[in-house]
């Protein structure tokens, strides 16, 4: 069964510098990754995916993902951190061989004025 | 477009009441979901439905039951609520699951509290 582990609780960074959430996963055969925001009270929100080609994947709002077969990580990036983006950000996998999508237990990004 | 809509969006139960939470989709998807979310445990999915006519269990079914009523409508029922089943629950919907690259969109929630 697929899997996804996003390591840190929290992130914290300050406004305008650079934001990475991480994301390790685990399937069988080719994984498809996608990576949601919630902002609070709202339902999840798609930023981006991997499918297959480039490994770096671009999204809404200014984000970014590398995909990374070797490690198996799938890390969100942007480059320049704003208030907004603060936010609980959830990675997910689904592996090619079925139609379930495994969340991480989500990062709590706090971007800091 | 609304997207997906979740009735209603907050609901208190004594232990043993049952109620239905409601779900409705307008983009034509053909695939449906619920999910729970509980603090540091991600979202965990309890039943789908990858078409209409069809559903099939998740990683926690237990206490739940589900009905595709039509393409648009997906509900999830619990018969006799438990403390353990207070949580946030969010409905989806996807166009075609099988291809593996549809995301996910989601409502808004509703956030469920037994007493």
């Known amino acids: 069964a697929q899997s996804v582990a996003q390591p840190e609780d929290q992130v914290n960074v300050a406004e305008g510098n650079p934001l990475t959430v991480k994301c390790t996963y685990s399937v069988s055969g080719n994984p498809y990754l996608f990576w949601y925001v919630q902002y609070p009270n709202r339902g999840l929100q798609f930023l981006l995916k991997?499918?297959?080609?480039?490994?770096l994947v671009k999204g809404s709002y200014g984000f970014e993902a590398e995909f990374n077969k070797s490690q198996t990580s799938f890390h969100l990036k942007k480059p320049s951190a704003l208030v907004s983006d603060s936010a609980l950000y959830f990675c997910a996998v689904r592996d090619s061989g079925n139609n379930r999508l495994a969340f991480g237990k989500g990062n709590q990004v706090v971007v800091i004025p | 477009n609304a997207g997906v809509t979740q009735t209603p969006k907050f609901q208190v139960l004594k232990t043993g009441q049952s109620m239905t939470l409601q779900c409705a989709q307008d983009?034509?998807?053909?695939?449906m979901y619920w999910y729970r979310q509980d603090p540091g445990m991600g979202l965990r999915l309890i039943y789908y439905?990858?078409?209409?006519?069809?559903?099939d269990k998740g990683e926690v079914p237990n206490g739940y039951n589900v009905s595709r009523l039509n393409k648009r409508e997906f509900s999830l029922r619990l018969e006799s609520a438990a403390p353990s089943q207070t949580s946030v629950y969010f409905c989806?919907?996807?166009?075609?699951?099988?291809?593996?690259?549809?995301?996910?969109?989601f409502g808004n929630g509703t956030r469920l509290t037994v007493t």
């Open positions: 989806a919907s996807s166009e075609q699951p099988e291809l593996g690259n549809s995301p996910l969109h």
């Open positions: 983009m034509n998807h053909n695939s």
């Open positions: 439905s990858a078409s209409e006519g069809t559903t």
């Open positions: 991997y499918i297959t080609g480039d490994n």
